[in-house]
Protein backbone atom coordinates (compact mmCIF):
# COMPACT_ATOMS: atom_id res chain seq x y z
CA UNK A 1 0.00 0.00 0.00
CA UNK A 2 2.65 2.49 0.47
CA UNK A 3 4.90 1.78 -2.27
CA UNK A 4 1.57 2.75 -4.27
CA UNK A 5 1.16 5.76 -2.23
CA UNK A 6 4.34 6.47 -3.05
CA UNK A 7 4.19 6.01 -6.86
CA UNK A 8 1.45 9.10 -6.42
CA UNK A 9 3.92 11.00 -5.14
CA UNK A 10 6.47 10.84 -7.64
CA UNK A 11 8.10 14.14 -9.05
CA UNK A 12 8.60 12.33 -12.20
CA UNK A 13 5.08 11.26 -13.14
CA UNK A 14 3.83 14.61 -11.60
CA UNK A 15 6.39 16.58 -14.21
CA UNK A 16 5.14 14.40 -16.66
CA UNK A 17 1.48 15.80 -16.25
CA UNK A 18 2.46 19.38 -15.87
CA UNK A 19 4.15 18.88 -19.14
CA UNK A 20 1.14 18.02 -20.77
CA UNK A 21 -0.98 20.59 -18.59
CA UNK A 22 0.93 22.77 -20.25
CA UNK A 23 0.54 21.36 -23.77
CA UNK A 24 -2.91 21.33 -23.79
CA UNK A 25 -4.67 24.17 -21.49
CA UNK A 26 -4.72 27.01 -24.26
CA UNK A 27 -8.00 28.33 -23.39
CA UNK A 28 -8.10 30.36 -20.15
CA UNK A 29 -9.78 28.14 -17.64
CA UNK A 30 -11.30 28.52 -13.91
CA UNK A 31 -11.02 25.55 -12.05
CA UNK A 32 -12.81 25.16 -8.51
CA UNK A 33 -12.17 22.44 -5.85
CA UNK A 34 -14.77 22.12 -3.26
CA UNK A 35 -12.66 19.99 -0.29
CA UNK A 36 -10.92 21.29 2.31
CA UNK A 37 -8.03 18.34 1.79
CA UNK A 38 -7.79 19.73 -1.54
CA UNK A 39 -7.52 23.34 -0.77
CA UNK A 40 -4.74 21.88 1.43
CA UNK A 41 -2.88 20.14 -1.06
CA UNK A 42 -2.74 22.02 -3.60
CA UNK A 43 -1.31 24.61 -1.23
CA UNK A 44 1.11 22.79 0.15
CA UNK A 45 2.22 20.84 -2.72
CA UNK A 46 2.93 24.37 -4.59
CA UNK A 47 0.39 23.22 -7.87
CA UNK A 48 -0.56 26.50 -8.15
CA UNK A 49 3.10 27.89 -9.11
CA UNK A 50 3.11 24.65 -11.77
CA UNK A 51 0.30 25.77 -13.27
CA UNK A 52 -0.16 27.61 -17.01
CA UNK A 53 -0.85 31.12 -16.85
CA UNK A 54 -4.39 29.92 -18.77
CA UNK A 55 -5.56 27.95 -15.68
CA UNK A 56 -6.56 29.47 -12.37
CA UNK A 57 -7.28 26.97 -9.34
CA UNK A 58 -10.12 28.11 -6.88
CA UNK A 59 -11.23 27.49 -3.98
CA UNK A 60 -14.77 27.02 -2.71
CA UNK A 61 -17.14 25.93 0.04
CA UNK A 62 -15.05 23.03 0.84
CA UNK A 63 -14.56 23.10 4.12
CA UNK A 64 -17.79 21.97 5.97
CA UNK A 65 -16.79 23.88 9.03
CA UNK A 66 -15.91 26.85 7.33
CA UNK A 67 -19.43 26.62 5.60
CA UNK A 68 -21.29 26.39 9.54
CA UNK A 69 -23.03 29.59 9.39
CA UNK A 70 -22.86 31.69 13.00
CA UNK A 71 -26.78 30.89 13.91
CA UNK A 72 -25.88 26.94 13.99
CA UNK A 73 -22.93 27.54 15.75
CA UNK A 74 -25.16 29.65 18.12
CA UNK A 75 -27.49 26.86 18.32
CA UNK A 76 -24.33 24.56 19.89
CA UNK A 77 -22.92 26.77 22.15
CA UNK A 78 -26.37 27.84 23.90
CA UNK A 79 -26.78 23.68 24.11
CA UNK A 80 -23.13 23.10 25.69
CA UNK A 81 -24.56 25.82 28.16
CA UNK A 82 -27.12 23.76 29.53
CA UNK A 83 -27.12 22.22 32.89
CA UNK A 84 -26.24 18.70 32.54
CA UNK A 85 -24.88 18.63 29.07
CA UNK A 86 -22.10 16.98 27.15
CA UNK A 87 -20.86 18.09 23.77
CA UNK A 88 -19.21 15.78 22.00
CA UNK A 89 -17.63 16.84 18.35
CA UNK A 90 -14.61 16.85 16.20
CA UNK A 91 -11.60 18.28 17.14
CA UNK A 92 -12.13 20.74 13.94
CA UNK A 93 -15.01 22.62 15.54
CA UNK A 94 -13.49 23.78 18.48
CA UNK A 95 -12.32 27.36 17.36
CA UNK A 96 -14.72 28.26 14.81
CA UNK A 97 -16.24 31.59 15.77
CA UNK A 98 -20.23 32.44 16.51
CA UNK A 99 -21.45 35.56 17.00
CA UNK A 100 -20.78 35.80 20.32
CA UNK A 101 -17.97 33.15 21.29
CA UNK A 102 -16.90 29.27 20.39
CA UNK A 103 -17.06 26.10 22.01
CA UNK A 104 -13.29 26.76 22.68
CA UNK A 105 -13.89 29.67 24.72
CA UNK A 106 -16.64 27.81 26.57
CA UNK A 107 -14.91 24.99 27.06
CA UNK A 108 -12.03 27.46 29.07
CA UNK A 109 -15.40 28.84 31.02
CA UNK A 110 -16.03 25.30 32.04
CA UNK A 111 -18.76 24.09 29.77
CA UNK A 112 -18.07 20.36 29.38
CA UNK A 113 -17.22 20.10 26.10
CA UNK A 114 -15.30 17.21 24.60
CA UNK A 115 -13.55 16.20 21.49
CA UNK A 116 -14.14 12.42 20.11
CA UNK A 117 -12.25 10.91 16.93
CA UNK A 118 -15.62 8.88 15.94
CA UNK A 119 -19.17 9.67 16.62
CA UNK A 120 -18.98 6.04 18.26
CA UNK A 121 -16.91 7.50 21.44
CA UNK A 122 -19.56 9.45 22.38
CA UNK A 123 -21.89 6.76 22.95
CA UNK A 124 -19.24 5.21 24.62
CA UNK A 125 -19.17 8.42 26.92
CA UNK A 126 -23.01 8.38 27.08
CA UNK A 127 -23.40 4.68 28.63
CA UNK A 128 -19.98 5.63 31.11
CA UNK A 129 -22.05 8.87 32.61
CA UNK A 130 -25.98 8.19 32.92
CA UNK A 131 -26.36 11.36 34.91
CA UNK A 132 -25.36 13.77 31.62
CA UNK A 133 -27.16 14.25 28.34
CA UNK A 134 -24.53 13.39 25.73
CA UNK A 135 -25.00 15.70 22.28
CA UNK A 136 -23.17 14.52 19.36
CA UNK A 137 -22.58 17.78 17.13
CA UNK A 138 -22.28 16.50 13.58
CA UNK A 139 -20.84 18.50 10.78
CA UNK A 140 -19.85 17.81 7.87
CA UNK A 141 -20.16 16.17 4.43
CA UNK A 142 -21.59 13.25 2.65
CA UNK A 143 -18.78 11.56 3.93
CA UNK A 144 -19.09 12.14 7.74
CA UNK A 145 -22.97 11.91 7.27
CA UNK A 146 -23.16 7.98 7.35
CA UNK A 147 -20.68 7.64 10.57
CA UNK A 148 -22.98 9.89 12.39
CA UNK A 149 -26.73 8.42 10.90
CA UNK A 150 -25.49 4.93 12.12
CA UNK A 151 -24.37 6.30 15.07
CA UNK A 152 -28.05 6.97 15.27
CA UNK A 153 -28.93 3.71 14.61
CA UNK A 154 -26.56 2.19 16.66
CA UNK A 155 -27.80 4.43 19.80
CA UNK A 156 -31.41 3.36 19.23
CA UNK A 157 -30.39 -0.18 19.06
CA UNK A 158 -29.19 0.17 22.21
CA UNK A 159 -31.99 2.31 23.33
CA UNK A 160 -29.59 4.70 25.09
CA UNK A 161 -31.49 7.33 27.43
CA UNK A 162 -29.37 10.09 27.41
CA UNK A 163 -27.85 10.89 23.72
CA UNK A 164 -28.70 12.67 21.24
CA UNK A 165 -27.44 14.40 17.63
CA UNK A 166 -27.15 17.88 17.01
CA UNK A 167 -27.20 17.72 12.92
CA UNK A 168 -25.12 20.49 10.98
CA UNK A 169 -24.58 18.04 8.16
CA UNK A 170 -24.76 18.59 4.75
CA UNK A 171 -24.46 17.73 0.94
CA UNK A 172 -22.42 18.84 -1.90
CA UNK A 173 -23.80 18.65 -5.36
CA UNK A 174 -26.46 21.16 -4.53
CA UNK A 175 -23.79 24.21 -3.27
CA UNK A 176 -22.24 23.21 -6.30
CA UNK A 177 -25.47 23.82 -8.68
CA UNK A 178 -25.80 27.25 -6.85
CA UNK A 179 -22.09 28.35 -7.42
CA UNK A 180 -23.45 27.94 -11.10
CA UNK A 181 -25.79 29.55 -11.21
CA UNK A 182 -24.37 32.37 -9.11
CA UNK A 183 -23.41 35.62 -11.73
CA UNK A 184 -19.98 36.44 -9.53
CA UNK A 185 -18.89 32.96 -9.80
CA UNK A 186 -17.28 32.07 -12.75
CA UNK A 187 -15.88 28.45 -13.03
CA UNK A 188 -15.51 26.34 -16.00
CA UNK A 189 -14.65 22.87 -14.11
CA UNK A 190 -15.02 21.61 -10.48
CA UNK A 191 -12.11 19.06 -9.03
CA UNK A 192 -14.68 17.09 -7.54
CA UNK A 193 -14.31 15.99 -3.80
CA UNK A 194 -12.35 12.08 -3.34
CA UNK A 195 -13.75 11.13 -0.38
CA UNK A 196 -17.81 12.34 -0.42
CA UNK A 197 -17.64 10.92 -3.86
CA UNK A 198 -16.54 7.57 -2.06
CA UNK A 199 -19.70 7.77 -0.81
CA UNK A 200 -21.92 9.54 -3.64
CA UNK A 201 -20.38 7.98 -6.69
CA UNK A 202 -20.76 10.52 -10.14
CA UNK A 203 -24.63 9.84 -10.38
CA UNK A 204 -25.41 13.34 -7.99
CA UNK A 205 -23.04 15.18 -9.77
CA UNK A 206 -24.11 14.36 -13.25
CA UNK A 207 -26.41 17.80 -13.62
CA UNK A 208 -23.51 19.74 -13.88
CA UNK A 209 -21.96 18.69 -17.05
CA UNK A 210 -26.07 17.83 -18.65
CA UNK A 211 -27.80 21.04 -17.78
CA UNK A 212 -24.63 23.21 -17.34
CA UNK A 213 -22.37 21.87 -19.42
CA UNK A 214 -19.98 22.12 -16.77
CA UNK A 215 -17.66 19.17 -16.52
CA UNK A 216 -16.07 17.26 -13.00
CA UNK A 217 -13.61 15.29 -12.08
CA UNK A 218 -13.25 13.13 -8.83
CA UNK A 219 -9.77 13.77 -7.79
CA UNK A 220 -7.78 12.29 -4.84
CA UNK A 221 -5.44 14.11 -2.30
CA UNK A 222 -1.45 13.06 -3.40
CA UNK A 223 0.62 15.64 -5.72
CA UNK A 224 -0.51 13.29 -8.62
CA UNK A 225 -3.41 12.40 -8.26
CA UNK A 226 -4.72 16.30 -8.13
CA UNK A 227 -2.42 17.04 -11.27
CA UNK A 228 -4.30 13.85 -13.15
CA UNK A 229 -7.64 15.71 -12.04
CA UNK A 230 -6.53 18.92 -13.40
CA UNK A 231 -5.09 17.30 -16.82
CA UNK A 232 -8.24 15.58 -17.24
CA UNK A 233 -10.66 18.40 -17.05
CA UNK A 234 -8.19 20.33 -19.26
CA UNK A 235 -8.65 17.56 -21.42
CA UNK A 236 -12.04 17.78 -21.55
CA UNK A 237 -12.40 21.32 -22.28
CA UNK A 238 -9.69 21.15 -24.84
CA UNK A 239 -11.64 18.10 -26.58
CA UNK A 240 -14.88 20.03 -26.03
CA UNK A 241 -16.79 17.44 -23.73
CA UNK A 242 -18.48 18.03 -20.20
CA UNK A 243 -18.46 14.87 -18.19
CA UNK A 244 -18.51 13.66 -14.99
CA UNK A 245 -14.78 11.30 -14.60
CA UNK A 246 -13.30 10.01 -11.69
CA UNK A 247 -9.19 10.59 -11.34
CA UNK A 248 -9.16 8.82 -8.29
CA UNK A 249 -10.55 5.31 -9.05
CA UNK A 250 -9.01 3.43 -6.26
CA UNK A 251 -10.94 4.77 -3.60
CA UNK A 252 -14.17 6.09 -5.73
CA UNK A 253 -16.14 3.72 -7.91
CA UNK A 254 -19.15 4.94 -10.50
CA UNK A 255 -22.20 4.17 -8.02
CA UNK A 256 -20.57 5.19 -4.70
CA UNK A 257 -21.06 2.99 -1.61
CA UNK A 258 -24.40 1.97 -1.57
CA UNK A 259 -24.29 0.99 2.01
CA UNK A 260 -22.89 4.26 3.05
CA UNK A 261 -26.11 6.13 0.95
CA UNK A 262 -28.58 3.98 2.68
CA UNK A 263 -27.56 4.69 6.11
CA UNK A 264 -27.93 8.09 5.39
CA UNK A 265 -31.42 8.13 3.68
CA UNK A 266 -32.60 5.40 7.13
CA UNK A 267 -31.27 8.21 9.99
CA UNK A 268 -31.62 11.39 8.01
CA UNK A 269 -33.97 13.66 5.46
CA UNK A 270 -33.11 16.41 3.45
CA UNK A 271 -33.74 19.74 4.56
CA UNK A 272 -33.11 23.19 3.65
CA UNK A 273 -29.17 24.35 5.14
CA UNK A 274 -27.66 27.82 5.46
CA UNK A 275 -24.10 27.83 4.29
CA UNK A 276 -21.87 31.00 5.15
CA UNK A 277 -21.56 33.41 2.76
CA UNK A 278 -24.08 31.30 0.16
CA UNK A 279 -27.46 31.62 2.25
CA UNK A 280 -29.77 29.15 2.43
CA UNK A 281 -29.37 26.68 -0.07
CA UNK A 282 -32.63 24.41 -0.55
CA UNK A 283 -32.41 20.64 0.26
CA UNK A 284 -28.57 20.67 1.59
CA UNK A 285 -29.20 19.51 5.00
CA UNK A 286 -29.56 16.87 6.66
CA UNK A 287 -32.11 16.64 9.71
CA UNK A 288 -33.09 13.38 11.43
CA UNK A 289 -35.91 11.24 10.80
CA UNK A 290 -39.11 11.91 12.57
CA UNK A 291 -38.76 8.26 13.56
CA UNK A 292 -35.75 9.27 15.25
CA UNK A 293 -36.91 12.39 17.55
CA UNK A 294 -35.94 10.80 20.92
CA UNK A 295 -32.23 10.89 19.67
CA UNK A 296 -32.52 14.53 17.97
CA UNK A 297 -30.70 17.08 20.23
CA UNK A 298 -33.21 19.70 18.76
CA UNK A 299 -36.17 18.43 20.34
CA UNK A 300 -34.24 16.72 23.21
CA UNK A 301 -32.37 19.92 24.65
CA UNK A 302 -34.46 23.09 23.52
CA UNK A 303 -32.64 26.50 23.59
CA UNK A 304 -33.31 29.94 23.09
CA UNK A 305 -30.96 31.16 20.60
CA UNK A 306 -29.87 35.13 20.46
CA UNK A 307 -30.06 36.97 17.59
CA UNK A 308 -26.70 36.16 15.36
CA UNK A 309 -24.35 38.77 13.85
CA UNK A 310 -21.42 39.01 11.56
CA UNK A 311 -17.66 39.78 12.44
CA UNK A 312 -16.94 43.29 10.93
CA UNK A 313 -14.61 43.20 7.72
CA UNK A 314 -14.81 39.42 7.40
CA UNK A 315 -14.53 38.19 4.00
CA UNK A 316 -15.36 34.60 4.22
CA UNK A 317 -18.04 34.64 2.88
CA UNK A 318 -17.15 35.60 -0.79
CA UNK A 319 -13.65 33.91 -0.15
CA UNK A 320 -16.11 30.62 0.23
CA UNK A 321 -17.92 30.93 -2.94
CA UNK A 322 -14.63 31.84 -4.61
CA UNK A 323 -15.50 35.53 -5.64
CA UNK A 324 -12.12 37.20 -3.86
CA UNK A 325 -8.84 34.95 -3.04
CA UNK A 326 -7.88 35.24 0.57
CA UNK A 327 -5.33 37.92 0.15
CA UNK A 328 -7.94 40.17 -1.13
CA UNK A 329 -9.52 40.48 2.18
CA UNK A 330 -8.44 43.53 4.54
CA UNK A 331 -8.18 41.15 7.14
CA UNK A 332 -6.00 39.09 6.45
CA UNK A 333 -2.27 38.94 7.37
CA UNK A 334 -2.96 41.72 9.46
CA UNK A 335 -6.00 41.49 11.73
CA UNK A 336 -6.40 37.85 11.30
CA UNK A 337 -3.72 35.11 11.57
CA UNK A 338 -3.25 32.37 12.68
CA UNK A 339 -2.51 32.83 15.46
CA UNK A 340 -5.48 35.32 16.15
CA UNK A 341 -7.64 34.37 13.97
CA UNK A 342 -11.06 36.40 13.13
CA UNK A 343 -12.94 33.89 10.13
CA UNK A 344 -13.45 30.51 10.25
CA UNK A 345 -11.51 29.78 6.89
CA UNK A 346 -8.16 31.28 9.06
CA UNK A 347 -9.16 28.92 12.04
CA UNK A 348 -10.12 25.88 10.27
CA UNK A 349 -6.87 24.16 9.31
CA UNK A 350 -8.41 23.10 6.31
CA UNK A 351 -9.74 26.66 5.42
CA UNK A 352 -8.33 28.32 2.35
CA UNK A 353 -6.85 31.59 4.57
CA UNK A 354 -5.22 29.41 6.69
CA UNK A 355 -3.71 27.26 3.30
CA UNK A 356 -3.51 30.49 2.14
CA UNK A 357 -1.13 32.39 4.62
CA UNK A 358 0.61 28.73 5.27
CA UNK A 359 1.77 28.12 2.04
CA UNK A 360 1.71 30.94 -0.04
CA UNK A 361 4.15 33.71 -1.00
CA UNK A 362 1.30 36.02 -1.47
CA UNK A 363 2.42 38.51 -2.62
CA UNK A 364 3.12 37.14 -5.92
CA UNK A 365 -0.27 35.74 -7.21
CA UNK B 1 -12.25 17.13 7.41
CA UNK B 2 -13.50 14.57 4.73
CA UNK B 3 -10.04 13.54 4.85
CA UNK B 4 -9.77 9.30 5.31
CA UNK B 5 -6.61 7.07 6.04
CA UNK B 6 -5.69 3.89 4.31
CA UNK B 7 -5.69 0.98 6.93
CA UNK B 8 -5.11 -2.79 6.96
CA UNK B 9 -7.74 -4.72 8.28
CA UNK B 10 -5.85 -7.26 10.91
CA UNK B 11 -8.73 -8.99 12.72
CA UNK B 12 -12.13 -10.29 11.79
CA UNK B 13 -14.85 -8.19 12.91
CA UNK B 14 -16.81 -8.81 15.81
CA UNK B 15 -20.47 -9.85 16.66
CA UNK B 16 -21.40 -5.42 16.20
CA UNK B 17 -18.86 -5.30 12.80
CA UNK B 18 -15.98 -3.73 14.84
CA UNK B 19 -12.34 -4.87 13.19
CA UNK B 20 -8.93 -3.92 14.16
CA UNK B 21 -7.14 -1.89 11.76
CA UNK B 22 -3.31 -0.72 11.46
CA UNK B 23 -2.68 2.21 10.33
CA UNK B 24 0.73 2.95 9.55
CA UNK B 25 1.65 0.56 12.71
CA UNK B 26 -0.93 1.92 14.95
CA UNK B 27 -4.05 -0.04 15.87
CA UNK B 28 -7.62 0.54 16.19
CA UNK B 29 -10.90 -0.21 16.39
CA UNK B 30 -13.13 0.61 13.56
CA UNK B 31 -16.59 -0.19 12.26
CA UNK B 32 -17.21 -2.25 9.01
CA UNK B 33 -20.63 -1.40 9.12
CA UNK B 34 -20.46 0.29 5.68
CA UNK B 35 -18.21 -1.93 3.81
CA UNK B 36 -19.83 -5.09 4.23
CA UNK B 37 -17.55 -6.72 1.55
CA UNK B 38 -14.44 -5.99 3.19
CA UNK B 39 -11.94 -9.50 4.46
CA UNK B 40 -9.22 -9.76 6.54
CA UNK B 41 -6.13 -8.15 4.97
CA UNK B 42 -8.20 -5.86 2.94
CA UNK B 43 -6.82 -1.87 2.62
CA UNK B 44 -10.03 0.71 3.43
CA UNK B 45 -10.33 3.99 3.58
CA UNK B 46 -10.91 4.61 7.53
CA UNK B 47 -13.02 8.08 8.39
CA UNK B 48 -14.36 9.32 12.15
CA UNK B 49 -13.68 5.39 13.00
CA UNK B 50 -15.50 3.74 10.19
CA UNK B 51 -14.05 1.87 6.84
CA UNK B 52 -16.01 3.72 4.47
CA UNK B 53 -14.61 2.10 1.20
CA UNK B 54 -12.13 -0.66 0.12
CA UNK B 55 -9.23 0.09 -1.70
CA UNK B 56 -9.02 -0.69 -5.02
CA UNK B 57 -5.40 -1.51 -4.48
CA UNK B 58 -4.97 -3.32 -8.13
CA UNK B 59 -6.57 -0.35 -9.66
CA UNK B 60 -4.02 2.02 -8.14
CA UNK B 61 -1.29 0.04 -9.71
CA UNK B 62 -3.04 0.12 -12.78
CA UNK B 63 -3.75 3.80 -13.14
CA UNK B 64 0.10 4.50 -11.56
CA UNK B 65 1.65 2.21 -14.53
CA UNK B 66 -0.62 4.21 -16.83
CA UNK B 67 0.34 7.63 -15.41
CA UNK B 68 4.09 6.29 -15.65
CA UNK B 69 3.74 5.87 -19.60
CA UNK B 70 2.52 9.12 -19.96
CA UNK B 71 4.39 11.37 -21.22
CA UNK B 72 6.65 8.86 -23.24
CA UNK B 73 4.50 9.16 -26.44
CA UNK B 74 5.72 11.46 -28.96
CA UNK B 75 4.48 14.56 -28.99
CA UNK B 76 2.95 14.39 -32.53
CA UNK B 77 0.76 11.58 -30.92
CA UNK B 78 -0.82 13.37 -28.63
CA UNK B 79 -1.39 16.23 -30.81
CA UNK B 80 -3.57 13.85 -33.37
CA UNK B 81 -5.30 12.21 -29.88
CA UNK B 82 -6.03 15.90 -28.64
CA UNK B 83 -7.24 16.79 -32.41
CA UNK B 84 -10.46 15.10 -32.41
CA UNK B 85 -9.80 11.54 -31.80
CA UNK B 86 -12.67 10.04 -30.03
CA UNK B 87 -10.75 7.20 -27.96
CA UNK B 88 -9.01 9.10 -25.02
CA UNK B 89 -6.17 6.16 -24.32
CA UNK B 90 -4.92 5.92 -20.88
CA UNK B 91 -7.90 7.91 -19.41
CA UNK B 92 -9.13 5.94 -16.63
CA UNK B 93 -12.32 5.34 -14.95
CA UNK B 94 -14.41 8.20 -16.82
Known amino acids: ?365 | MCLAIPARIVSEPNEIEMAEVDILGVKRHVSLMMTPDAKLGDHVLVHAGFAIQVVDEEFAAESLEMLNSMGIKHADELAAELDGSDETAGVPAS
Open chain 1, 1 to 365: MNDILAGFRDPEVARRLVDEIHRIAVEPCTLMEVCGTHTMAIAKHGLRGVMPETIKLLSGPGCPVCVTANPDIDLAIEIARQPGVVLTTFGDMMKVPGSYSSLSTEKSEGRDIRIVYSPLDSLAIAEREPDKHVVFLGVGFETTAPTVALTIREAARRKLPNWSALSLHKTVPGALEALVVDPEVRVTGFILPGHVSTIIGTGPYEFLAREYGVPGVITGFEPVDVLQGVWMLAKQLAEGRAEIEIAYGRGVHAEGNPSAVAAIDASFERCDAEWRGIGVIPGTGLALRPEFAEYDARTRVPVAVPEPREIKGCQCGDVLRGVVLPFDCKLFGRACTPEHPVGPCMVSSEGSCAAYYRYTDYGKE
